[in-house]
């Protein structure tokens, strides 16, 4: 079995709804998880924007949120999640804070990638780690990988 994320909030390729969002009340989407690998000893969660800040004429990904040491035989994170799983820590998102942070496009619609990635290995806490440091460290350690892609215009 494939690993896979899903959102009872939104659909593959579907809109984010506005709750979500800071035109809402920027809340973390429920999130669901499946068929983590059986040798996997953690998950990583990173939420990020491709199309910053233009669609038509991207420069940069903009990081959303960025979990790490989710415990495998958590199937998935509650909508405004406050409580996180034992052992979750967290990294910097691109407003420099830990935590969620929702879509807030300046223009167009943008893609929001929810990618999950079951590791060989537990990480040490790397102390607020950016997304370039998180990857750096999961390198060598990716097992699976699944991807949930929403999106969202402002005024939607």
């Known amino acids: ?28 989407p429920p999130l669901a ?22 669609p038509a004429a991207p420069r940069m990904t903009w990081v959303h949120w960025l979990l790490y040491n989710l415990p495998v035989d958590v199937g998935g994170l509650a909508e405004a999640v406050r409580a996180l799983p034992a052992g979750t820590l967290e990294g910097m998102n691109d407003w420099r804070r830990a935590g969620y942070g929702g ?5 167009g619609r943008h893609r929001y990638f929810h ?11 790397l102390q607020g780690p950016t997304k370039r440091r998180l990857e ?21």
């Open 1 to 28: 079995m494939a690993l896979t994320i899903t959102s009872s909030a939104f659909a593959e390729g579907g809109t984010i709804p506005a709750l979500y969002t800071c035109e809402g009340r920027d809340l973390s």
């Open 33 to 54: 998880w499946s068929g983590v690998p059986a040798d996997a000893r953690s998950l990583v969660l990173i939420v990020d924007d491709p199309d910053a800040p233009d």
């Open 103 to 107: 879509p807030c496009p300046p223009i």
């Open 115 to 125: 990618k999950l990635y079951a590791l060989d290995v537990v990480l040490p806490d």
């Open 136 to 156: 750096q460290a999961m390198q060598g350690h990716i097992l699976a990988e699944a991807q949930l892609v929403g999106t969202y215009q402002k005024g939607d």
